[in-house]
């Protein structure tokens, strides 16, 4: 079956403690990305990816760090979490050409 | 920089009533554009999308969506609302890369649906 999983899909940790969230598609997409979801904000974009090797800032990068080592991983990072990283954070992917991006069941992170 | 807006953040209507969702966006070119689906605890899902052509899309579930130009909205509509319905909607934008091909995907600030019985 096609899809993106994320693990884990839910975490509570303390401020300042390093954490990984890790992304794996099946499908042989080029294109990854991270989102976060806050209520009344949307989705926004934290990090993607081109292709192995090939990442770029989104709209809100601060505190996280991502990686692209594999086609099919893309990890998000926080090296120091703090509280206003509490949010909903989804993985994508997409073929570069491809209409259509399939999202990840999400993560919800708490930052205590 | 390309954005988009959702005027509505909360709609509610009864089950077999008519639904229009509202979308505005802000780009500089032909822009793509997107509806999601978001239903409790889940992820998103594809309704539709719009890079070029027939300007009324269809999608899955009964919706439809008419991108005008003239007004840079993308409104999503369905004739007949299910309580199945009820969820929270992302109208998105994507840069245009041409072909159907594109970058960023800039999503708004989701209308959460109700439907009552």
């Known amino acids: 079956e096609a899809q993106v999983t994320q693990n884990p899909r839910y975490l509570i940790t303390v401020t300042g403690k390093k954490l990984t969230v890790t992304c794996s598609q099946n499908?042989?997409?080029?294109?990854m990305s991270w989102y976060r979801q806050d209520p009344g904000l949307g989705l926004r974009q934290i990090y993607y990816s081109m292709n192995v090797e090939v990442t770029d800032k989104g709209d809100v990068p601060e505190g996280y760090k991502v990686s692209r080592k594999e086609k099919r991983n893309f990890p998000l990072i926080l090296e120091s979490p703090s509280p206003n990283q509490t949010s909903l954070y989804f993985c994508?992917?997409?073929?570069?050409?491809?209409?259509?991006?399939?999202f990840g069941p999400g993560t919800r992170l708490t930052v205590l | 920089a390309q954005s988009v807006t959702q005027p509505d953040i909360h709609i509610t209507v009864s089950e077999g009533a008519s639904l229009e969702l509202r979308c505005n966006y802000s780009y500089g070119a032909t822009p793509y554009l997107f509806w999601y689906v978001q239903s409790p605890g889940q992820g998103l899902q594809l309704l539709l999308k719009y890079f070029s052509g027939d300007t009324l899309v269809q999608g899955i579930k009964g919706f439809e969506a008419e991108f005008k130009r003239s007004q840079s909205s993308f409104n999503l509509r369905k004739p007949s609302v299910h309580w199945s319905d009820a969820a929270e909607y992302f109208c998105?934008?994507?840069?245009?890369?041409?072909?159907?091909?594109?970058?960023?995907?800039?999503f708004g600030q989701g209308t959460i649906l109700t439907v009552h019985p």
């Open positions: 499908m042989n997409h080029e294109y």
């Open positions: 994508a992917s997409r073929q570069t050409g491809g209409s259509e991006q399939f």
């Open positions: 998105a934008v994507g840069a245009n890369a041409g072909g159907t091909s594109y970058g960023k995907l800039t």
